[in-house]
């Protein structure tokens, strides 16, 4: 295995040989002049080029597809844009663009990216930005991380890159460490409030995430990059552009990096190879076929969510002895905490195969290989008809391992116990063996859309089809004298039940099939000062399940289809140049995520599996409302957003205590909430000495509607919720970024400001208030010989040390002993958390040739 997935990875990576296919039609449309060579024709501008602007126009309807973004035009007499892509004239460093968007959008470009440590993950790269809150256990990033915005979680937001959705189709969660490498991102669009009408989501609830790679450039050359840093960070990039091939229009880059750290925190280390490759052709007036192919394998160490109390004990851990769990507080009193502390890392020692060492961290890595693919290409087909297209195929594979003791001589099948054997042997002595839950998917899809532009209308008419196939097993396979894992993939020899079958701790197969239809309309009047947009898309969503475990409470098959409506309507009003005011409402979706469907885990004589499915949720529901004001000066630009969301059916998973003390987890339905709230933003070009300052803020109120579920003791009983504060909600964040860059030294300083989070739906613990501050400094050379653009940098992350908790990775319904509202003691469950990166220190030296 360890030699077939570098090959797999390569060999998708090297697709760039077939080059040649997007030759064609080079010189079809075109007219050249002088001030361009024959061999690359410009553009043709016909009489109708206003209506191919109005098409491409700002709107929320259809703005997904890397051929609608349209890049902010500057030109600044005695300054140049670096080979990097930093122009020093952005605004508020890169974090800010001019936006005509109804509804509120921010962005990050080049000018801020660049500055940034390479092979930063996305999430990271956008977290100053208002609604963003988001919280990594290292400083690229390589360990994932988690983000919110506006209070809603990454499972409910809309990730996308180069038009291709990125969320895990079953769980909807997101890989930010596998997306891209920051060198190859020229923009990142965050809409805060909800998703266009073209984007591919069923789980977007809250808003999108948008990711755009840099062009092929049109001259061979390339960039080069090394870092170093503390906790043995090491990485290295190198890009080759081709320049135009030949005398056709093509031009191609290919990317790979290779990054190596150390976990701040427990054994182990952090490992990444990632490639990626885009293709452009384009020619004639709007014609363009674009291909992007990207590659990541990644071998990570898990890192374990931690309880506050095992926080406040152990800290960042406690290496070179194994820490067992300890019980604590009182299961009936009211009031009362009650959990069990545990090490905050796995531990860094085996002494042997016992129950013990489950949590030993060899047994607890995640190795994953991701190969996605994008072909987003716009075709003119008449001065007035456009055509969009973008199809994709997403494949994923790889698990995070686990580890548990069992006696093979009665080993769990459903409610019965069967004889197994390992590798041929059995024995009646309890063991430790290797768990990894391994997923596997498969997922082709395309969006297309047909956009129409007569005069003062624009008529978009498009679809979305997608049918995924995902695989999800939890073998158990044997362990090495020195506690590592057989086969981390959990491959080699397995336990097998004297039935003949594999045993699984979970196994199931789903097939989601989606199929999207949407129309919409703009019209354009006063000049285009104003701006009218309506749109509807509609839904079909259907998940096919088979559970292959025995005696499920659901039986073998689920199936269940959802079919929804989804209107949108937005007006935007340029009263002058500099002046914009605009109003949207938009309804999204969050169809249930797959392993809510199905029984899985442990077996308890009683109350069945550890995790009943529940094929009858309902899809959660969001109304979005907002209405803001933008200013747009020369040197100036502002805005704020007022935004109101309305949930109905919102999702979420319930810990229930039978009468025989067993734990069981179920997904359901939770009731509704509210939230208003106000987001700010204000930045400037350079100003006093090449500074760009930018700050942004955002106030929320966001309160449960209803009294949610809560188990007693088999008994249901419901708690006093309603009108509590949502968890995973900061009332308020203040961002800030002071950029100085005079074209050779260039610094840049921010701060962030996060406010207290409660981690329970009762509101009974939270995450404190916290501060954090990152530094870049660099130093930028002229260029010489053949080196361009090359520099320097140091960045600093986490500058004064602050130790916090980052983010609430598991929310429960109250953390102390509660009476419910019919008088039951519902027993409260301790929330987990994850620590957040300490100091980071990463130095780089940087040049394109």
Known sequence: MTTFVPRRLSAALLASTGLSLFAGAAHAQTITNTATPASHPAAHRSASHADTQRAQAPSMLGATAPTDV????????????????????????????????????????????????????????????????????????LSGGNMSMRGLQQTQIGYTLEGFPLNDIGSYAIYQQEIADSENLTRINVAQGSADLDSPHISATGGVVDMYMIDPKTKPGGLVDFSYGNRNTVRGFLRLDSGYIGKSNVRAYASFSDANEDPYRGAGQLKKLHGETKIVNEWGQGNRISLAIIGNQLDSQLTPSTNLQSWEKYGYGVTGKVITSQAFGNKTQVGALNGSTTNTIYNTVYTGNTAANSNYYRLHTNPFVNIYSSAPSTFTLTDHLVFTTTPYFWYGNGNGGGAYAETLTKFQYGAHTLPATLNGQTSS????IYNPSNTTT?????ISKFVLTTGINRLELGFWFEYSKQIQTGPYSGISSDGSPLDQWGGGPQVVLSNGQTAQYRDALTQTYIRVPFIADSISLFNNKLTIDGGLKFVNAARYGHNFLPDTSTGPYINHTWNIPLPTAAIRYQIDSRNQIFASGATNMRIPTNYSLYDAGSYYSGSGYSTHGNANQKAEISISVEAGYRYTGSTLMGSVTYFHYNFTNRLFTQTIVDSSGNYYTSNLNGGGSVTDGVDVELGTRPILYHIRPYISAEYLSSHLSNNLPGGANATVDYLPTAGKFAPQTPKYMISANLDYDDGSVFIDWNLRHVGKQYSTFMDDQSIPEYTTMNLTAGYRFKDYWMLKSPFVSVNFYNLTDNKYLGFNTGVQTNARNTRGIFGNVVQGAAPTYQIAAPFSVIGTVSTGF
């Open 429 to 432: 002595k309890s063991q430790l």
């Open 442 to 446: 498969y997922r082709p899809g395309d």
């Open 70 to 141: 349209r890049e902010e035009q500057i030109h600044v007499t005695g300054r140049r844009t670096t080979y990097d892509g930093v122009t020093r004239t952005a605004v508020g460093g890169g974090l800010m663009v001019k936006q005509d968007a109804p509804k509120s959008v921010s962005t990050v470009t080049r000018d801020f990216i660049a500055k940034q440590a390479p092979g930063t993950n996305p999430m990271n790269l956008i977290a100053l930005l208002p609604g963003v809150n988001s919280s990594s256990s290292d400083a690229l990033g």
